[in-house]
């Protein structure tokens, strides 16, 4: 079968299309003929060897799927054969077809795509449970996302807008903000062109907000901190600054570890604030919570709460085009990759 595989460290040129062995399942195990995948930042940096949960290389990489189960494992009665799931997988998913655990494959609503089926998992999974269980949003409080035009970031507005009185504040390029406008962001920023932290002060009166959601890293994470109201939470889900070019920068990568702030108990209980860290891929032990997660997701989108935008699809043999895209931060949206 097909595979867009990671050839060795480096530029988007590095990815390629290569014949690798089709896997079969094994007991309580389900194999999807895969029809849409998601392409994330881990695995931009996993080409620059910038993600240390990666696998050796060479490596198909790739997180979350949506498709059609055409084989099962000894012990499996559902999903059945025939059937349309989405699923998150440990590696592997930008393939023609992935093994996984039968539990980890749940059913497509009526209605939904598979584009739509491979945009939900890593990125509203990761929103959900950064707003919700980490930063228990509720009605009336404020927030602040990063990067909020792309994947995680959609999908973040889309989730605070089915909590009453949120006000949403969102970062992103000028040419972004009427798209952020339409997912319920309040108040585009252009960083670009504008101190985010001051903009967000004068917003608020100098008051901050209760909930700022950061996948920057270095910096970021300081102004994000100084921010917060009493009470409110810094929740880091991954660091994009790291890997700004097209390849690793040993020099880039040494300054922004050192601009990571250091953050001491005693000075988050004088400040009354909190930091908390999200990394999906490590609750892979965690079933009940990230299925859970899965669940209400699912039932949000069948009451026509949460929609994922689609960015761009792009095939197999055009993977690097699509990091080029992904990571030139041009994207509205998920980014995807189709057999």
Request: aromatic share 6%.
């Amino acid at each position: 079968m097909r595979a867009v595989t990671i050839t060795r460290r480096g530029g988007p040129e590095v990815v390629q299309v290569r014949e690798v062995a089709e896997p079969s399942p094994g007991p309580g195990q389900v194999r999807i003929a895969v029809r849409a995948a998601g392409l994330n930042f881990a695995d931009l940096m996993a080409r620059m060897g910038l993600y240390p949960d990666a696998p050796k290389l060479p490596a198909v990489v790739g997180y979350e799927v949506s498709g059609v189960v055409d084989e099962v494992g000894p012990g499996v009665s559902s999903p059945a054969v025939g059937d349309r799931v989405l699923a998150l997988v440990r590696f592997g998913g930008q393939a023609e077809k992935v093994v996984l655990p039968a539990t980890n494959a749940l059913p497509m609503p009526d209605g939904m795509t598979f584009e739509q089926g491979a945009a939900l998992p890593v990125a509203y999974l990761t929103a959900y449970h950064s707003l919700f269980r980490v930063g228990h949003l509720s009605a009336g409080r404020s927030v602040l996302v990063h990067m909020a035009a792309g994947g995680v970031g959609t999908a973040a507005l889309q989730l605070c807008a089915t909590v009453p009185g949120v006000t949403v504040f969102g970062t992103a390029s000028a040419a972004k903000h009427a798209v952020l406008r339409e997912e319920g962001c309040h108040h585009p920023i252009d960083y670009r062109t504008i101190d985010y932290e001051a903009e967000v002060q004068r917003l608020t009166g100098g008051r901050g907000v209760d909930l700022v959601l950061d996948a920057l890293g270095g910096q970021d994470w300081k102004k994000g901190y100084r921010l917060l109201r009493p009470g409110g939470m810094l929740v880091t889900y991954g660091f994009a600054n790291i890997a700004a070019g097209p390849r690793r920068s040993v020099v880039r990568a040494a300054r922004q570890l050192l601009s990571v702030p250091r953050f001491s108990p005693i000075a988050l209980m004088d400040d009354n604030r909190g930091v908390a860290g999200v990394n999906m891929g490590h609750l892979w032990g965690e079933p009940e919570m990230v299925l859970g997660e899965f669940r209400a997701l699912l039932g949000l989108f069948q009451e026509g709460r949460i929609r994922p935008r689609i960015d761009s699809v792009f095939r197999f043999e055009e993977a690097a085009r699509a990091h080029e895209r992904l990571q030139g931060r041009a994207s509205v949206g998920k980014v995807l990759l189709v057999p």
